[in-house]
């Protein structure tokens, strides 16, 4: 398995890639890698002939300084799984520095919108430290392809908005949300979990699962108050939103039409661990 630390180098190894006209698709990620990050490498290897696949903390996206510093870095760990998938993956495991060149900010976007729902309002700047990422990483791999998680759908939609406003020539492809055996999304932040709290986290799951039920026959906001009634009797989990949106503007619905698809989002503390989940209403 081949891993690059310098931009230059790995700049050099796809062009030799694009001269032989193979395709190329990329995973980026902030490693601690988990069953869900290697769905998307394994979909990436089935589609195209390389695969690069990033692992890179962006310093830019957390607004939460304790969280950049006790987010997981594991990656040896992270390399070892990878060749359980595929010995021909590339890895780019750069530093800030290579990244940033000394300037490690974000720069400023509009998503029309997007950003400022749901992880915009509780997340500031965030995705503008999201987009500066992506945008840098697609201008050095060149993919054809990039596969994201669902996971952070409003991230993938962003994303997909970043790739249409900037005329960016990478396929975006969305891939199903990886959950544990009790229902729990795979997330890199799972492994910070104290095991009460481990436990008790698939009831994420299980209230999302009935709130899709419950939202065949109720209003959105009564879905949503029953849940936030749920989580205001559980005595290990905060819940810091609830949104039940539109998926083509990820709007709160105020009246449901049957012409629209819907998505509830939700926001979840468990200690000081923060956990988002996400489900398809109709």
Not at 174 to 198: F, Q, T, V, W
């Amino acid at each position: 398995m081949k891993v690059f630390t310098e931009k230059a180098k790995i700049k050099n190894e796809i062009s030799f890639l694009k001269k032989k006209k193979q395709s190329l698709g990329f995973v980026p990620t902030m490693g601690a890698l988990h069953d869900g990050h290697l769905s998307l490498v394994e979909e990436a290897l089935k589609n195209n002939n390389q695969v690069v696949v990033s692992i890179f903390v962006n310093p830019t996206q957390f607004n939460n300084a304790s969280d950049l510093e006790n987010y997981p870095r594991t990656l040896e760990r992270d390399i070892k799984l990878l060749e359980t998938v595929s010995n021909e993956i590339m890895v780019y495991a750069p530093a800030v520095e290579d990244i940033y060149e000394g300037q490690t900010k974000s720069e400023r976007f509009s998503f029309d919108g997007l950003e400022f729902e749901m992880e915009g309002k509780f997340r500031e700047g965030h995705f503008d430290g999201v987009g500066t990422i992506v945008k840098r990483l697609f201008e050095i791999i060149e993919p054809d392809n990039a596969y994201f998680g669902e996971k952070d759908f409003q991230q993938l939609a962003i994303i997909k908005k970043l790739v249409e406003k900037h005329s960016i020539p990478v396929n975006v492809h969305g891939c199903k949300i990886h959950r544990e055996p009790d229902g729990l999304a795979m997330s890199s932040r799972n492994e910070r979990l104290k095991p009460e709290y481990k436990k008790e986290a698939p009831f994420i799951y299980r209230i999302l699962n009935s709130a899709k039920k419950k939202f065949g026959t109720k209003s959105a906001k009564e879905v949503t108050e029953w849940v936030e009634k749920q989580f205001a009797n559980n005595a290990l989990l905060q819940l810091e939103y609830f949104i039940i949106a539109d998926t083509s503007t990820l709007k709160p619905v105020i009246r449901k039409s049957h012409k629209k698809q819907y998505r509830a989002f939700i926001a979840v503390y468990a200690d000081d661990i923060r956990l988002i989940d996400n489900i398809a209403l109709n």
